[in-house]
């Protein structure tokens, strides 16, 4: 398996719906987990950090983690024309790098 | 607090010239890391230096270096520049310690051409 798989979309969520975003990793002894966000043109920046099994919510953001099944996804509720991004999921892999998906590209249609 | 910087922002080189790129991380930052992003690739880990010692290093060739000088800036080097090389070159600096230690906070790039 891929150390870290997303789907590369792109994927259209209506403008107040729930866009939800998955990423699988290979690393059983992974132990941080990032999302970030790039608009295109630039820069990632990042949105939620996740590091134990769950749901973290920050705003209208949600990171959940299951490690047994090495899998963190982030939902996005009542989703705006400006979260159109490309949003990467990141590892932190036991020999302490930091391995990024290929990331989803996401439209919000109004 | 001033952000990452990188530069140059955008340069064009010819196959077999080299470059070198540079980083300024956050004030107080220690670790500096080298992504190269692609379309297709996404983005790729290239090296990670930590108080002037090279920490990690991804699956690039011997082209690519790099080094951290004593105030935490970086510079990477491409040597023998080949077609394939074009892509944005992005850096980002952390703490490695304390609260948020491995969060990335990322510079605005720097796109290379090679022509």
């Known amino acids: 398996q891929k150390e870290v798989e997303q789907n590369s979309g792109p994927l259209s969520v209506p403008e107040g719906a729930i866009a939800s975003l998955n990423c699988t990793y290979g690393d059983r002894g992974s132990q941080s987990f990032f999302w970030y966000r790039q608009y295109s043109g630039k820069s990632p920046e990042l949105i939620m950090s996740i590091y134990s099994n769950g749901d973290k919510e920050d705003g209208r953001f949600t990171a959940q983690l299951n490690k047994a099944s090495q899998y963190v996804s982030l939902l996005i509720r009542d989703s705006q024309p400006s979260d159109s991004a490309t949003y990467l999921c990141a590892v932190l892999f036991g020999n302490e790098k930091l391995t990024f998906g290929t990331g989803t590209r996401l439209t919000i249609i109004p | 607090k001033a952000g990452v910087t990188q530069t140059p922002r955008y340069l064009i080189k010819t196959r077999g010239q080299q470059v070198t790129l540079s980083c300024s991380p956050i004030s107080g930052h220690r670790s500096v890391s080298w992504y190269q992003q692609t379309p297709g690739q996404g983005l790729q880990f290239l090296f990670e230096?930590?108080?002037?010692?090279?920490?990690n290093k991804g699956n690039f060739p011997g082209r690519f270096s790099g080094r951290q000088f004593s105030n935490s800036r970086s510079e990477m080097n491409v040597s023998t520049l080949e077609l394939g090389d074009s892509a944005l070159y992005l850096c980002?600096?952390?703490?490695?310690?304390?609260?948020?230690?491995?969060?990335?906070?990322f510079g605005a790039g720097s796109r290379l051409t090679v022509l």
């Open positions: 980002a600096s952390s703490s490695r310690q304390g609260s948020g230690a491995n969060v990335l906070t």
């Open positions: 230096y930590f108080s002037e010692t090279q920490r």
